[in-house]
């Protein structure tokens, strides 16, 4: 396991400290957790706009009024017909 040492600033350390003593978890615990939940989010994130972007170079998109259209007729549906 690697060792990472950040500076946080003064309402994010007192912040986890508070966090870590309501909790009983270590400070350390927290910022890894936090740091794996971000990591995991962030990764998820940048695959599923790399999997958009590729799916627009191979044309593989709706047209916004396509779209548009269809949301309409969604809200319209789903109100008894009135978009307010």
Do not use: K, Q, W, Y
Request: charged residues 35%; without cysteine; aromatic residues 2%.
């Amino acid at each position: 396991m690697g060792v990472l040492r950040i500076d946080l600033g003064e309402t994010t350390e007192v912040g986890l400290a508070r966090l870590a003593e309501r909790t009983g978890a270590s400070v350390e615990r927290l910022a890894v957790e936090a740091l794996e939940r971000f990591v995991a989010d962030e990764t998820v994130t940048v695959e599923g706009i790399e999997r958009a972007l590729e799916d627009a170079r191979h044309g593989r998109v709706v047209p916004h009024e396509e779209v548009a259209s269809e949301v309409e007729r969604l809200i319209a549906e789903d109100t008894g017909g009135s978009i307010a």
